[in-house]
């Protein structure tokens, strides 16, 4: 028998170190004999801790939400007892959100030992690898990719055959491939759960890619953020090393390649490629004009590739079931899986990876089970700054670059971040272009001074000031910045006021004209209420800290807005649900 | 300035002697800078003008320019910090999911706001971008010289018991 317990960095957020010492404490006073492992994490976050218990035969039962006060009856009943704790284990329709998905980036995540390479060899590991270095050509290789159909995954979706292809062609004395893993969009966390829970297949996609483009040397760029990963990616680095499949003469094709990281040092404008080469050679990471291409000129001047994590994680399945397989998958043009990162205000957050062309709604409301308290759906934020929200009434809409495109938001990184009727449109467009203003690195003055001037003129809507004129001058706005900046950055840095602007207008005009928040969300356009349904029992009264609340014992209380700061202290207080915000 | 300005001298060798392996593996490597910075950060906790002027030297890259570099990256300091770094995620996630409000409680509690440290040299606060746990939104990470700890699914309160438990132990 083999207790497996779940160990990305959200099981270990949510307490899967204290489940694993409970467990090592309660399987040594029982004295049985199981072996204890853990494994990355299987995209379930919303259930963490999870543990999977094998049997010997090989049947599995997952237990969810294992905080130690659950492991003690798992190991009595079903440990010693063998009998399935039925009370604790994975809900059938827990299960479905598994069974939905269509898995080929995280195909072995939350399934093996990430720090164990013999785990990943038994699930056919570095197949691929020996395949495409004692057999294939270069250009064999790139054809392979290209019958697949696989864009890139971190954002453009740039077929990825193309910028290998390119590099292959360009000459050069080194050349460079490099992993972009500097997952910057806040609310994407797939790459992450690749580099802790499956590192080795990226480690076999950038050989394999690095091959076909005809470089020696890889660099993986992982920002510091994420200190599990980067301990894990050096585990998988240093056994691949110990087995020859990285350094000189892998598996004796003649071929030499090695990989070393490069810790970010957190600056989202570093996923541009020319940003992230400036900040591979230690400079501030501001992006160059492009041509020429990092293709041609990139990494010391070396033709450059770079491609993001979760594009290399699907290179090996392509290599081992073919390109056509890959291309079977999905639409016409957005071909394969892709994962997206389901958070926000939804009921099972997590990562799901599904074909490309699933409609929003299957993903969000099929998989992911809807709004948290079944609350009104109201628009998803997909491309994180450089996308934007899709409303409601366009949750059919497949999952595809294109059909995505179309709707002002990009695919992205794939974050889908859901949002409610309390989620306030403007707020969320004020929030997005606060991020993009810190990250402008600053060269170009419409992306440095304009979002700046985006900035307070959403600060000033979401206050209660906002003036006739200011949605039109938004507009004029991102449409200079767009045309004045160099990179993506700034190009697309206004997308996410311009979709809201788009969908969601009246929010827009109702903070400007009539000084109310649809959502109820800025503080300075609500105020707090009490109802007749007040029994008098002072209890707000006495947790108000500005005294702004008075009344008789019994009596309705009243809150005198002049002093209310409106912290919300006496709504959370209130057990009669008499008060209310307005 | 301080006298002993180390740009002009070698006297602040046995001050900065944790760095040296650190200066002899990388000083001459081209592109290191961030690497070399960070591993400085790793041991003094931040990077003070004594720490920088001492990588210029070793380095040959003017002071300016780390400087430059240094205040380019969100992970980099130039003041020392406290003990206990808290971390709290400002993602989208956390954003939509109430992140603002456990800003709030933990400015209370702790009687500072976003990059201050406690008078007691206890806690420092910084908002961070993403720390990839978005479902478990709102999230902070701790970091202390103990490991990197998370908490996810924060409310008000279980960010001040959270935050009064530490500063109990310590």
């Known amino acids: 028998m083999k207790v497996i317990i779940g160990q990305g960095s959200c099981g270990i957020a949510t307490g899967a170190k204290k489940t694993q010492a409970e467990f090592e404490a309660q399987i040594a006073a029982k004295g049985v004999n199981v072996e204890i492992d853990f494994t990355g994490c299987v995209g379930t976050c919303y259930l963490e801790p999870i543990v999977d218990v094998y049997e010997d035969n090989g049947d599995m039962t997952r237990y969810v939400k294992v905080q130690p006060d659950r492991v003690e009856r798992i190991v009595e009943e079903h440990l010693v007892g063998g009998k399935v704790v ?10 479905q959100f598994l069974d939905k998905q269509q898995r080929v980036v995280l195909r072995h995540c939350g399934l093996i030992n990430p720090e164990k390479i013999e785990e990943y060899l038994a699930v056919g590991g570095y197949e691929a690898t020996q395949r495409v270095v004692t057999s294939m050509t270069q250009d064999e290789v790139i054809e392979e990719i290209k019958v697949s159909g696989l864009r890139g995954r971190g954002g453009a979706g740039f077929p990825t055959w193309f910028k290998w292809n390119a590099a292959k062609g360009n000459p050069g004395k080194n050349k460079y491939i490099v992993c972009n893993a500097d997952e910057g969009d806040p609310g994407a966390f797939m790459d992450r759960s690749v580099l802790e829970g499956d590192p080795h297949s990226l480690i076999e996609g950038m050989i394999i890619g690095g091959f076909a483009m005809g470089a020696t040397e890889g660099v993986i760029y992982c920002r510091a953020e994420y200190p599990l990963a980067i301990k894990r990616l050096e585990i998988a680095m240093a056994q691949a090393r110990e087995k020859g499949f ?111 062309g699933l409609a929003l709604k299957d993903v969000i409301f099929g998989i992911g089970g809807g709004i948290k308290q079944d609350k009104q759906f109201k628009a998803v934020q997909m491309g994180g700054p450089s996308g934007g929200c899709i409303p409601a009434d366009l949750i059919e809409t497949p999952v595809t ?42 060269k170009c003055n419409y992306c440095r001074i304009g979002t700046k001037r985006m900035l307070e003129i959403l600060e000033r809507i979401t206050r209660g000031e906002g003036q006739d004129g200011d949605i039109e001058l938004l507009e004029e706005l991102a449409a200079k910045i767009k045309d004045g900046s160099m990179c993506g950055l700034g190009q697309t840095a206004p997308n996410p006021v311009l979709t809201t602007i788009r969908y969601f207008r009246n929010e827009y005009e109702d903070h400007i004209y009539n ?68 | 300035m301080s006298e002993k300005c180390c740009c002009c001298g070698t006297q602040n060798k046995e001050q900065f002697k944790e760095l040296e392996p650190v200066l002899e593996k990388y000083a001459k490597v081209p592109g290191s800078l961030i690497t070399i910075l960070q591993k400085a950060q790793d041991i003094y906790g931040y990077l003070s ?37 808290i971390m709290l995620c400002q993602g989208t996630a956390c954003h939509v999911n109430g992140s603002e409000i456990i800003e709030e409680a933990v400015c209370e509690y702790l009687g500072i706001q976003d990059g201050e440290t406690t008078e007691d040299g ?42 009064a438990e530490i500063r109990e132990r310590a």
């Not at chain 1, 990009?410 to 990250?439: H, N, P, Q, W």
């Not at chain 2, 001492?54 to 003041?79: C, D, M, N, W």
Request: glycine fraction near 10%.
């Open chain 1, 401 to 442: 670059y294109e059909d995505i495109n179309k709707t002002g938001a990009i695919v992205g990184s794939g974050g889908m971040i859901v949002m409610d009727e309390d989620t306030c449109m403007v707020d969320m467009a004020r929030y997005f272009l606060d991020f993009t203003r810190k990250e402008s690195c600053g």
């Open chain 1, 246 to 356: 990285l350094g000189k003469d892998i598996f004796g094709s003649g071929y030499d390649f090695d990989l070393r990281i490069k810790a970010g040092a957190g600056a989202f404008v570093c996923g541009e490629e020319t940003a992230l080469i400036a900040s591979l050679e230690g400079e501030r990471g501001m992006p160059r004009l492009k041509p020429p291409f990092p293709a041609a000129k990139g990494y010391w001047q070396q033709p450059t590739n770079i491609n993001n994590v979760e594009t290399f994680a699907n290179v090996a399945w392509i290599i081992n079931n073919g390109g056509a397989a890959f291309g079977a998958m999905g639409t016409q043009q957005s071909k394969g899986t892709k994962v997206f990162a389901l958070a926000g205000k939804i009921k099972k957050g997590g990562l799901v990876e599904v074909p490309m």
């Open chain 2, 49 to 85: 003008i004594d720490t920088i002027n001492h990588i210029s030297e070793a380095t040959g890259i003017k002071p300016a320019k780390i400087y430059g570099v240094a205040t380019f990256y969100a992970q980099f300091r130039l003041q020392p910090i406290g003990k206990y770094l």
């Open chain 1, 86 to 95: 039925e009370e604790y284990a994975i809900a059938p329709e827990d299960q």
């Open chain 2, 122 to 163: 206890l806690f420092t606060l910084n908002n961070v971008a993403c720390l990839g746990c978005c479902s478990l939104a709102p999230v902070m990470m701790i970091q202390s010289a103990d490991g990197d700890e998370t908490y996810g699914n924060l409310t008000k309160d279980k960010v001040v018991q959270i935050l």
């Open chain 1, 515 to 582: 000084h109310t928040c649809t959502a109820k969300s800025c503080k300075e356009l609500i105020s707090y209420e009490i109802t007749d349904k007040c029994v008098g029992c002072t209890a707000c009264s006495r947790k108000c800290p500005v005294g702004a609340i008075s009344g008789e014992v019994k009596g309705q209380h009243v809150i005198d807005k002049e002093k209310c700061i409106k912290c919300g202290k006496c709504l959370e207080t209130c057990k009669f649900g008499a008060i209310v915000k307005k």
